[in-house]
């Protein structure tokens, strides 16, 4: 009679074929699927944006109004405000960037400045980041009703409200624009990489309408402060916020 394939063991229990062998030893090592965190990376198409406020500008005198231009302030930068715009640009220089977006109002430009001349970017004027029109506070009386603790600047802070000053912008009139400018970079740059130079209550309200937060949670943005947000068409994510690496000290 033909012999079988089936051999014993030495406790005379059959033992597996060599076919059944090599199932088995492939089943056995089978390693469950691992999966690495990974970086972010925005949606296709989306833009990111470095919203960088502008460095410090000039005192507020009592007496005296800031130069406006239609109808807002517009003070220079103040020393330390130049200088935190060149410690800003050396850090930025060797970024790759699509486009550079400043304000009308001159401390946008003039914080953007040194990087310009290291980069040879040319600032585009994108009138709708312009800061918050402050009505009958325009020209540096802010900081003062600020520093006095007048009784309507605390209420403007706990309501969060700019149009509580008599003839100041209204959010939705403020955020309406801001957005609308947003969209417009975005679509101009979709996919890259932008630098926008702005204001701490434009980039406040940006950030606040990015994430659905109260409407001045995002108000403390410090001078050449650099915050990210990426913009896609469905969503904005906030990437950072009030990034001051750069600043000496």
């Known amino acids: 009679m033909p012999k079988s394939s089936r051999t014993t063991t030495s406790t005379g229990r059959p033992s597996s074929t060599p076919r059944a062998d090599r199932f088995l030893h492939s089943a056995s090592v089978t390693a469950p699927r691992s999966f ?3 970086p972010y990376v925005g949606p296709p198409g989306s833009t990111e944006l470095f919203l960088v406020r502008h460095g410090a500008s000039a005192d507020s005198v009592e007496g005296e109004a800031f130069e406006l231009v239609e109808g807002q302030g517009d003070p220079p930068l103040s020393e330390v405000g130049r200088h935190q715009a060149e410690q800003l640009a050396r850090r930025l220089a060797t970024e790759p960037f699509d486009g ?6 001159r401390r946008t430009a003039e914080t953007a ?28 009386l802010l900081r003062q009703k600020a520093a006095d603790q007048d009784p309507v600047f605390e209420r403007v802070m706990r309501e969060q409200r700019w149009d509580l000053v008599p003839g100041a912008e209204s959010r ?3 955020g309406g624009r801001l957005r609308q400018a947003v969209e417009r970079i975005a679509a101009e740059h979709a996919g890259g990489r932008v630098l926008v130079f702005s204001h701490g209550a434009a980039i406040g309200e940006i950030l606040a309408q990015a994430t659905g937060s109260q409407p001045f949670a ?3 943005a410090d001078n050449t402060s650099i ?10 994510v906030v990437r950072g916020y009030n990034d001051t690496g750069h600043l000496a000290g």
């Open 218 to 220: 995002f108000l403390g």
């Open 36 to 38: 690495s965190q990974r």
């Open 100 to 105: 550079l977006y400043v304000t009308t109002l």
């Open 227 to 236: 915050s990210r947000l990426v913009v896609a068409e469905e969503r904005w």
């Open 172 to 174: 939705d009139d403020f």
């Open 113 to 140: 400045a040194p990087l310009v001349e290291r980069t040879g970017l040319q600032p585009v004027v994108e009138a709708d980041l312009r800061e918050v029109f402050l009505g009958e506070w325009e020209g540096g």
